[in-house]
């Protein structure tokens, strides 16, 4: 079948589906529920997992091994050479079918009720509707066949046959057919609160088939709200339903009358504003409307709460802890003096939890057991409920070399020496705290010793001098450390204090020599690693004079270092140390080598995974080999369980699954897309597919019905292994027999990989639970033959398609009136042979 028929029968399918849904909904919908949840709710519609009988039709007399899950139907079909292959359609309703001429299903038959709604609209019957008909001529339909003549852009004319159903609405593309764009009309009816347009037959849906959510607007009108009835009976207390909607665009005050008018609704059901309590009989008033309104039925249903204030009492006849708030609300109309004591009585403020005594201020002693008679503690009015005065510093005599800090207190009412001496008397401040602590030169500034007062008296210098300022130490009695020299002025320089110290005058007194490592070695050599506390005899290093003393010949690049993965040999490099460092000197000695990437692999060959080329570029001749491997990029995998540990077992299980190249997790994997068609997973939606992708053997994937599930990789990769990890429980559902497929499309698929003897699986998966098997090789499949490179070669050139199973055959294939050299090539690990055939 051409793909244009192909693609025009499964949109004419989805076609029919949308217009069966509308069907069902029109004769079963009830006028106060939403029609999409009325369609969730309605039993009798097919779910996941339940049994299902095979459409008729004359097709089973020329078929084996059915599948049907109840909309798409499946099996292998004899074709016209007697050999079977299979082949899969959609079911709309009870549609029946018949193998074609062409081995292919075909309808044989549709429901009645379709084929009547179909009349209902007004579109004919005896011929397919659409644009089409402006452009063709010579038009017949037999049956579900449509035979006619096209016109192409261009003006010619070519024989179209094609297979249809009545619904389908087509036009003319330069000579093929395509699904037009769906009839408002064919929704049947619309979503709940909207009907059909008046001229829903002469406008569009945005595709082939019609939705009832996104097209909603463009096919349907609004139904008036119930609001606007004014026929309902008031007298029997009936009013406007506000959340209901009339049958159509605008209410009828009679017909609608028993969808829109309701009781009005009882006090008892609404909640009163704050303030406010439902009076006693709330349940015998009615409200105006189907609804009572908080704010405009306030005084009709409720009344005002009493208040605090008017019981007889203070915040001495609460508890311990609590104050009575006079504005506080009554639980009722009036207030009670039994039960809303305990409601005026709230709780007060502890003062350790609400107050900080200010300055001048320590808490009372019992800080902790005081209230507030307040929610909130207030410094303005319970300072003096929670705290006493402190006692002044003053009280003490802080003695010789410490003052006080007028207005300072003591810890607590009265001053305890021990206690409070280190927070009321301070020292006197020391000399560092002076701004000018300059001396002269043979002198140094004592900073530990202190001043009359706090602060020092900067302006009096001579009290500081006398005070601060001690003789120096001569360098000349500081030795030099290793690595040193005097400086050649140290006999007239002076340590920083009264004796020299190592860490502070060591660079007052002396200068720092040469280190060798300062000394650049010169081409093949390198310093010396015994040299590292060896210093140049001055204070910078000479190459001629200190070469010996400081370096050592370097080993040669070619002769003494291997070049890591990625990379090739400079000429004529020295390492950068007496002995090679792989990671130190790759950069001297290595350049980068060119990827492998550069290379274009061959049809049926993948680039090898993380390799280079034997140099700074690719060159075909040379690289070829290296860099290419036999070998498929794939998009799409799909793993399918054909039997499990306990035989005939159908509730199949997966903690993780993955996928290979080079024995590493395929690059992008933690992207990948992870689903099933069909599904049988459970309702909770915590064991679907995706649980597979997501690296965690806490989660898993569970199928009631055996089904398989799918992996959609973010680009096309090359798959070499593949491995999965078993479920948490029950060893019963481990898969034992299986298929791996894959496809670069989605369309063709091809069989990577596939277990048929259980000893063999039963060696692979480990009974162990949430353990992971052993990477599991896949089997390289090839590419059809290129047509391009084949003359008068069909488009497809093999008639198992244009995927090949490993060990399996090709039957070339040439266009009509020419025939293939060869009978079969045979595809082996990837490998085509012959790799081309041609067509005489």
Same mark, same amino acid.
């Given at each position: 079948?051409?793909?244009?028929?192909?693609?025009?029968?499964?949109?004419?399918?989805?076609?029919?589906?949308?217009?069966?849904?509308?069907?069902?909904?029109?004769?079963?919908?009830?006028?106060?529920?939403?029609?999409?949840?009325?369609?969730?709710?309605?039993?009798?519609?097919?779910?996941?997992?339940?049994?299902?009988?095979?459409?008729?039709?004359?097709?089973?007399?020329?078929?084996?091994?059915?599948?049907?899950?109840?909309?798409?139907?499946?099996?292998?079909?004899?074709?016209?050479?007697?050999?079977?292959?299979?082949?899969?359609?959609?079911?709309?309703?009870?549609?029946?079918?018949?193998?074609?001429?062409?081995?292919?299903?075909?309808?044989?038959?549709?429901?009645?009720?379709?084929?009547?709604?179909?009349?209902?609209?007004?579109?004919?019957?005896?011929?397919?509707?659409?644009?089409?008909?402006?452009?063709?001529?010579?038009?017949?339909?037999?049956?579900?066949?449509?035979?006619?003549?096209?016109?192409?852009?261009?003006?010619?004319?070519?024989?179209?046959?094609?297979?249809?159903?009545?619904?389908?609405?087509?036009?003319?593309?330069?000579?093929?057919?395509?699904?037009?764009?769906?009839?408002?009309?064919?929704?049947?009816?619309?979503?709940?609160?909207?009907?059909?347009?008046?001229?829903?037959?002469?406008?569009?849906?945005?595709?082939?088939?019609?939705?009832?959510?996104?097209?909603?607007?463009?096919?349907?009108?609004?139904?008036?709200?119930?609001?606007?009835?004014?026929?309902?009976?008031?007298?029997?207390?009936?009013?406007?339903?506000?959340?209901?909607?009339?049958?159509?665009?605008?209410?009828?005050?009679?017909?609608?009358?028993?969808?829109?008018?309701?009781?009005?609704?009882?006090?008892?059901?609404?909640?009163?504003?704050?303030?406010?309590?439902?009076?006693?009989?709330?349940?015998?008033?009615?409200?105006?409307?189907?609804?009572?309104?908080?704010?405009?039925?306030?005084?009709?249903?409720?009344?005002?709460?009493?208040?605090?204030?008017?019981?007889?009492?203070?915040?001495?006849?609460?508890?311990?802890?609590?104050?009575?708030?006079?504005?506080?609300?009554?639980?009722?109309?009036?207030?009670?003096?039994?039960?809303?004591?305990?409601?005026?009585?709230?709780?007060?403020?502890?003062?350790?939890?609400?107050?900080?005594?200010?300055?001048?201020?320590?808490?009372?002693?019992?800080?902790?057991?005081?209230?507030?008679?307040?929610?909130?503690?207030?410094?303005?009015?319970?300072?003096?409920?929670?705290?006493?005065?402190?006692?002044?510093?003053?009280?003490?005599?802080?003695?010789?070399?410490?003052?006080?800090?007028?207005?300072?207190?003591?810890?607590?009412?009265?001053?305890?020496?021990?206690?409070?001496?280190?927070?009321?008397?301070?020292?006197?401040?020391?000399?560092?705290?002076?701004?000018?602590?300059?001396?002269?030169?043979?002198?140094?500034?004592?900073?530990?010793?202190?001043?009359?007062?706090?602060?020092?008296?900067?302006?009096?210098?001579?009290?500081?001098?006398?005070?601060?300022?001690?003789?120096?130490?001569?360098?000349?009695?500081?030795?030099?450390?290793?690595?040193?020299?005097?400086?050649?002025?140290?006999?007239?320089?002076?340590?920083?204090?009264?004796?020299?110290?190592?860490?502070?005058?060591?660079?007052?007194?002396?200068?720092?020599?040469?280190?060798?490592?300062?000394?650049?070695?010169?081409?093949?050599?390198?310093?010396?690693?015994?040299?590292? !506390? /060896? @210093? &140049?005899?001055?204070?910078?290093?000479?190459?001629? %004079? =200190? +070469? $010996?003393? *400081?370096?050592?010949? #370097?080993?040669?690049?070619?002769?003494?270092?291997?070049?890591?993965?990625?990379?090739?040999?400079?000429? !004529? /490099? @020295? &390492?950068?140390?007496?002995?090679?460092?792989?990671? %130190? =000197? +790759? $950069?001297? *000695?290595?350049?980068? #080598?060119?990827?492998?990437?550069?290379?274009?692999?061959?049809?049926?060959?993948?680039?090898?995974?993380?390799?280079?080329?034997?140099?700074?570029?690719?060159?075909?001749?040379?690289?070829?080999?290296?860099? *290419?491997?036999?070998?498929?990029?794939?998009?799409?995998?799909?793993?399918?369980?054909?039997?499990?540990?306990?035989?005939?077992?159908?509730?199949?299980?997966?903690?993780?699954?993955?996928?290979?190249?080079?024995?590493?997790?395929?690059?992008?994997?933690?992207?990948?897309?992870?689903?099933?068609?069909?599904?049988?997973?459970?309702?909770?939606?915590?064991?679907?597919?995706?649980?597979?992708?997501?690296?965690?053997?806490?989660?898993?994937?569970?199928?009631?019905?055996?089904?398989?599930?799918?992996?959609?990789?973010?680009?096309?990769?090359?798959?070499?292994?593949?491995?999965?990890?078993?479920?948490?429980?029950?060893?019963?559902?481990?898969?034992?027999?299986?298929?791996?497929?894959?496809?670069?499309?989605?369309?063709?698929?091809?069989?990577?990989?596939?277990?048929?003897?259980?000893?063999?699986?039963?060696?692979?998966?480990?009974?162990?639970?949430?353990?992971?098997?052993?990477?599991?090789?896949?089997?390289?499949?090839?590419?059809?033959?290129?047509?391009?490179?084949?003359?008068?070669?069909?488009?497809?050139?093999?008639?198992?398609?244009?995927?090949?199973?490993?060990?399996?055959?090709?039957?070339?294939?040439?266009?009509?009136?020419?025939?293939?050299?060869?009978?079969?090539?045979?595809?082996?690990?990837?490998?085509?042979?012959?790799?081309?055939?041609?067509?005489?």
């Amino acid at each position: 079948m051409p793909w244009h028929w192909a693609t025009s029968a499964m949109a004419a399918t989805a076609v029919l589906l949308a217009l069966q849904v509308a069907l069902v909904l029109s004769e079963y919908a009830e006028p106060l529920v939403p029609g999409e949840q009325w369609q969730k709710q309605k039993p009798g519609w097919s779910q996941r997992g339940a049994a299902v009988n095979l459409p008729g039709g004359r097709w089973t007399n020329d078929a084996q091994d059915a599948f049907f899950d109840g909309s798409r139907l499946c099996a292998r079909l004899r074709q016209p050479d007697t050999s079977f292959k299979t082949r899969c359609t959609h079911v709309i309703a009870d549609q029946t079918f018949r193998v074609s001429a062409a081995g292919d299903f075909e309808p044989d038959g549709a429901s009645e009720m379709l084929y009547d709604e179909y009349v209902r609209i007004d579109y004919p019957t005896d011929m397919v509707p659409g644009s089409w008909q402006q452009s063709s001529r010579n038009s017949k339909l037999q049956g579900s066949i449509l035979e006619t003549e096209l016109q192409r852009e261009d003006g010619t004319w070519v024989q179209t046959i094609t297979s249809v159903l009545h619904w389908h609405f087509l036009e003319n593309i330069d000579g093929t057919f395509y699904i037009q764009r769906a009839p408002c009309a064919s929704l049947g009816v619309c979503v709940y609160s909207y009907v059909l347009k008046l001229d829903a037959k002469d406008l569009y849906c945005t595709r082939a088939v019609c939705d009832p959510i996104k097209d909603r607007d463009q096919c349907c009108d609004r139904v008036e709200s119930c609001a606007a009835m004014t026929s309902c009976d008031r007298s029997q207390s009936l009013v406007p339903d506000l959340n209901g909607w009339c049958r159509d665009r605008a209410c009828d005050q009679i017909l609608d009358q028993d969808i829109c008018c309701v009781p009005a609704a009882f006090c008892d059901g609404m909640q009163c504003l704050p303030g406010y309590v439902l009076k006693l009989n709330a349940h015998e008033i009615q409200c105006p409307q189907s609804m009572c309104f908080p704010e405009g039925d306030r005084d009709l249903c409720c009344e005002q709460q009493g208040v605090c204030s008017d019981l007889p009492y203070s915040s001495a006849d609460c508890p311990v802890g609590k104050w009575f708030n006079s504005d506080s609300l009554c639980a009722q109309r009036q207030c009670n003096n039994v039960t809303d004591l305990g409601i005026c009585c709230q709780p007060a403020m502890r003062c350790d939890l609400g107050l900080n005594c200010s300055h001048g201020f320590v808490p009372k002693a019992d800080y902790e057991q005081i209230y507030c008679l307040a929610p909130e503690c207030s410094e303005t009015d319970h300072l003096l409920v929670c705290c006493d005065a402190a006692a002044p510093c003053s009280d003490i005599n802080c003695g010789h070399g410490y003052y006080q800090l007028s207005d300072t207190y003591c810890g607590s009412t009265e001053c305890n020496v021990t206690e409070d001496f280190s927070h009321c008397c301070l020292r006197s401040a020391e000399c560092s705290t002076l701004q000018d602590q300059s001396c002269p030169y043979g002198y140094w500034f004592d900073h530990d010793e202190r001043c009359l007062r706090d602060p020092c008296d900067s302006n009096d210098r001579s009290t500081a001098l006398n005070l601060c300022c001690k003789p120096s130490e001569p360098c000349s009695s500081l030795t030099c450390l290793h690595g040193f020299v005097y400086k050649t002025t140290y006999l007239s320089l002076t340590c920083l204090l009264d004796e020299c110290n190592m860490t502070t005058d060591l660079g007052r007194c002396c200068d720092v020599a040469a280190h060798c490592d300062t000394l650049s070695c010169g081409h093949g050599f390198t310093p010396d690693p015994l040299a590292n !506390d /060896t @210093y &140049c005899p001055a204070t910078s290093c000479d190459i001629n %004079r =200190d +070469r $010996d003393l *400081c370096c050592e010949a #370097a080993p040669e690049c070619a002769v003494a270092f291997t070049c890591p993965h990625g990379y090739t040999s400079w000429p !004529d /490099t @020295y &390492c950068d140390g007496v002995v090679c460092d792989d990671t %130190r =000197d +790759r $950069d001297i *000695c290595c350049r980068p #080598a060119m990827p492998c990437t550069a290379v274009a692999c061959p049809t049926n060959y993948v680039t090898r995974f993380d390799t280079y080329c034997r140099g700074v570029t690719c060159e075909i001749v040379r690289d070829l080999d290296w860099c *290419c491997e036999r070998g498929m990029a794939l998009m799409y995998y799909r793993f399918l369980p054909t039997d499990l540990r306990l035989a005939g077992y159908t509730v199949v299980q997966m903690s993780d699954f993955y996928l290979y190249n080079q024995q590493i997790v395929v690059e992008g994997f933690d992207q990948a897309i992870f689903y099933c068609d069909p599904c049988d997973t459970p309702v909770n939606g915590r064991e679907d597919p995706v649980n597979l992708g997501d690296g965690n053997s806490e989660t898993k994937w569970l199928d009631y019905s055996r089904n398989g599930f799918y992996v959609k990789l973010p680009a096309a990769q090359p798959i070499f292994s593949y491995s999965f990890i078993t479920g948490n429980d029950e060893a019963i559902r481990d898969p034992i027999l299986w298929q791996l497929w894959g496809s670069p499309n989605d369309v063709d698929w091809v069989i990577l990989h596939e277990i048929t003897d259980r000893t063999l699986g039963e060696s692979i998966v480990p009974t162990a639970r949430a353990t992971s098997t052993l990477q599991v090789s896949i089997e390289v499949p090839c590419f059809a033959p290129t047509a391009s490179h084949i003359d008068n070669a069909a488009n497809v050139t093999c008639e198992e398609g244009d995927l090949l199973r490993h060990n399996t055959n090709c039957t070339p294939v040439c266009q009509d009136g020419f025939t293939p050299n060869i009978d079969a090539i045979l595809c082996q690990n990837g490998e085509l042979t012959p790799d081309i055939f041609s067509c005489a």
